[in-house]
């Protein structure tokens, strides 16, 4: 399975709890970590130089000047940059974020024409983190914040935007990403402590599908990356995910993403 870190992993620091830390690309070393990974946390780096690509969720995305990528928690992500790379780099707890109310925007934004305003505002966070006083904190999550909401600006401006998540969907992802085996959604409305019937109205008004197709999405999301990352096999990757018929467990597969868990996994896995 694949790895999956912390703020505090990512800096080497794994005795400690850090809800966040700012730096500029060039000058935050490497961590010594798998690739492609996880995080339990949300990261930005935006690239103001060099070149490259940057997957995220097996999508891949060219790295050019003034482009920003976002992850959130849980998402299996993969680079490769050249050695000229520069830029700003922010990482934000899970606690944080629910903290700061922080919305998902997207993966990928061009923030050429905001550079300016956008740069100001890191340069704050940096220099308040020089600071490091009794105002640090305080005025680092007000940046953060600032920063989230010119980008929601931003990403609404060029279509991007994804929805705000309800807190009872976010719930349901945390609970489907914990255990995959679940099947019945009785098992996810009772740990969220939502009704089945208010757990699916919810899921319709927010996601636009029942549950049960929400549920089956986001395990044919987990089984891409089983079948590109590790060595499991078929019949083993539907067992893990709930499935105890291999042959409907493809004909989900197939129906969400047109190839064949067999297709998929010679399409992908030849490539490791």
């Given at each position: 399975m694949l790895k999956e870190y912390s703020v505090s992993d990512i800096l080497s620091l794994p005795s400690q709890h850090i809800p966040y830390f700012v730096g500029t690309f060039e000058d935050t070393e490497d961590a010594d970590v798998e690739w492609p990974h996880r995080h339990d946390f949300y990261s930005l780096v935006w690239f103001t130089q060099g070149s490259g690509f940057y997957v995220i969720d097996m999508q891949e995305y060219e790295i050019i000047p003034n482009r920003m990528f976002l992850v959130s928690p849980k998402q299996i992500h993969n680079w490769d940059y050249s050695q000229?790379?520069?830029?700003?780099?922010?990482?934000?707890?899970?606690?944080?974020?629910?903290?700061?109310?922080?919305?998902?925007i997207a993966s990928c934004l061009d923030i050429a024409d905001n550079k300016s305003s956008i740069e100001n505002i890191f340069i704050?966070?940096?220099?308040?983190?020089?600071?490091?006083?009794?105002?640090?904190?305080?005025?680092?999550?007000?940046?953060?914040?600032y920063l989230y909401s010119i980008l929601q600006r931003i990403s609404k401006e060029n279509q991007v935007v994804k929805p705000d998540v309800d807190k009872t969907i976010s719930k349901l992802k945390q609970t489907i990403?914990?255990?995959?085996?679940?099947?019945?959604?009785?098992?996810?409305?009772?740990?969220?402590?939502?009704s089945v019937k208010n757990l699916n109205d919810i899921c319709k008004a927010h996601t636009g599908v029942?549950?049960?197709?929400?549920?089956?999405?986001?395990?044919?999301?987990?089984a891409k990356r089983l079948l590109i990352y590790t060595s499991n096999n078929i019949n083993e990757i539907a067992f893990s995910l709930g499935f105890k018929d291999s042959s409907y467990f493809s004909r989900i597969f197939r129906k969400r993403t047109s190839l064949s868990p067999y297709d998929f996994l010679k399409k992908y896995r030849k490539h490791k």
């Open positions: 000229n790379s520069e830029g700003y780099v922010l990482i934000c707890d899970s606690t944080l974020a629910l903290e700061l109310n922080l919305n998902e704050h966070l940096l220099t308040e983190t020089k600071c490091n006083d009794s105002l640090t904190n305080g005025n680092i999550k007000a940046g953060i914040l990403f914990e255990d995959f085996h679940r099947t019945k959604i009785e098992e996810y409305a009772d740990k969220i402590g939502v029942s549950v049960k197709q929400y549920i089956l999405d986001l395990k044919v999301i987990e």
